[in-house]
């Protein structure tokens, strides 16, 4: 499974960007997609999933502002983020979890396959 994150880049506080992740490789049934990201000099952290059902998790930073979304027949899942902030500067990365249940979706260790990730850099 091959996962390629798009969409990255340099914007002002206040806009909006459009991450895109295309899976390709082996088939699963009932995948979930999440979405993570790894600030300057922080941990990895869980910002968005959805599962293979099209249930859609959130972490508190992202509730409100960023909106999962996925296109079957294209194999993408999307993560849309509206009204960044400084705060949301990292590498974001998309993963892949075959068969993962709703519960850990928010849980990195849940997750088999990993994209390369790719830059969103907010300036204040």
């Known amino acids: 499974v091959q996962l390629v994150e798009s969409g990255g880049g340099l914007v002002q506080a206040g806009a909006s960007l459009t991450l895109s992740c295309v899976r390709s490789?082996?088939?699963?049934?009932?995948?979930?997609t999440g979405w993570f990201r790894q600030g300057p000099g922080k941990q990895r952290e869980f910002v968005a999933a959805m599962n293979g059902s099209g249930s859609t998790k959130y972490a508190d930073s992202a509730k409100g502002r960023f909106t999962v979304s996925r296109d079957r027949a294209k194999n993408t899942i999307y993560l849309r983020m509206n009204s960044l902030k400084p705060e949301d500067t990292a590498v974001y990365y998309c993963?892949?979890?075959?068969?993962?249940?709703?519960?850990?979706?928010?849980?990195?260790?849940?997750?088999?396959?990993w994209g390369q990730g790719t830059q969103v850099t907010v300036s204040s």
């Open positions: 490789g082996r088939a699963f049934d009932n995948v979930a």
């Open positions: 993963a892949a979890a075959p068969r993962a249940i709703y519960s850990v979706l928010h849980d990195p260790t849940s997750y088999n396959y």
